[in-house]
């Protein structure tokens, strides 16, 4: 049997539901049926870690944060899209975070970084020893994009991080988030400084220009990430979405960090647009 999408929003929902006796079952109903494929492996771990949560015994022997690579050189955490995206809209059309999920060791990763949220404490421990890794520990800055997929769930998700942010004033902290209705809560709190938040598109919030208004005045905000569906045909890209957005913009060429000759833009005080195609 393939580890199909069906299976893996099955894993998500449980998850989403919390109903953790749920999951174990079925994960033990279908790591059977995966019986001699590659997938087998990783689901085996998966449910270890679900019967050690369970058991409130972790063994904390695994990885929270990906180290970065030539897309993206920077580290980084992720979560499971849509289902901890508080303000997802038509972007669940198009969520490229989906794409991951085909590499079924960043899907339980994802999974797992998701349940951990209720146990922040192992992620202050594992952020604790990743930066004080030897390819850290002597950096004047290190680079961290928050939620390369997934999103602020919870108001007591963003003020973990936002107080782990503010002990690690080195780090500089990114990330792009629609979860405007939980950031509107927090429009009179003591932000950490080495934050910076890009405003995406495609939320179930982009009618109400009021509360886009207030996110943008946040003093967190860098500015807008705006995602555009470009026609096959399009041949400047560029040039079609300064026409379509009415307004200045910085295309993403991708590749994290080479945007500009200043460093990754998304990470910055430049207020300028930065637009990327619907990928």
Not at 65 to 90: A, H, M, R, V, Y
Not at 201 to 226: A, H, M, W
Request: charged fraction near 25%; charge should be positive.
């Amino acid at each position: 049997m393939k580890f199909t999408n069906s299976i893996k929003w099955n894993i998500a929902h449980h998850i989403k539901n919390n109903n953790l006796s749920k999951l174990q079952t079925y994960l033990e109903s279908i790591v059977i049926k995966l019986e001699g494929t590659d997938n087998i492996r990783h689901t085996l771990k998966f449910i270890d870690f679900v019967k050690d949560y369970q058991s409130n015994s972790i063994k904390n022997n695994f990885n929270v944060f990906k180290i970065g690579n030539s897309k993206l050189p920077f580290l980084n955490f992720s979560t499971l899209p849509i289902i901890t995206c508080e303000g997802s809209g038509d972007c669940e059309k198009y969520c490229y975070s989906l794409k991951a999920w085909r590499y079924p060791a960043s899907f339980y990763l994802q999974a797992r970084n998701t349940l951990l949220m209720d146990k922040f404490n192992i992620i202050e421990d594992q952020f604790n020893k990743v930066i004080n890794l030897h390819k850290f520990r002597k950096l004047d800055k290190i680079d961290f994009r928050l939620y390369v997929d997934g999103d602020f769930k919870t108001l007591k998700d963003c003020l973990n991080w936002f107080n782990l942010m503010k002990v690690h004033p080195k780090v500089k902290f990114y990330g792009y988030s629609k979860s405007f209705g939980i950031l509107n809560r927090l429009k009179n709190y003591d932000f950490p400084s080495n934050y910076k938040l890009n405003i995406s598109n495609g939320s179930k919030y982009d009618s109400n220009l009021e509360l886009l208004q207030v996110i943008q005045n946040l003093p967190i905000t860098r500015g807008k990430f705006t995602a555009v569906n470009i026609p096959k045909e399009t041949k400047q890209i560029g040039k079609y979405m300064r026409n379509l957005l009415g307004e200045k913009i910085i295309p993403c060429p991708t590749d994290c960090g080479t945007c500009s000759s200043i460093g990754h833009l998304c990470g910055s005080d430049i207020k300028t647009v930065i637009a990327i195609p619907i990928h």
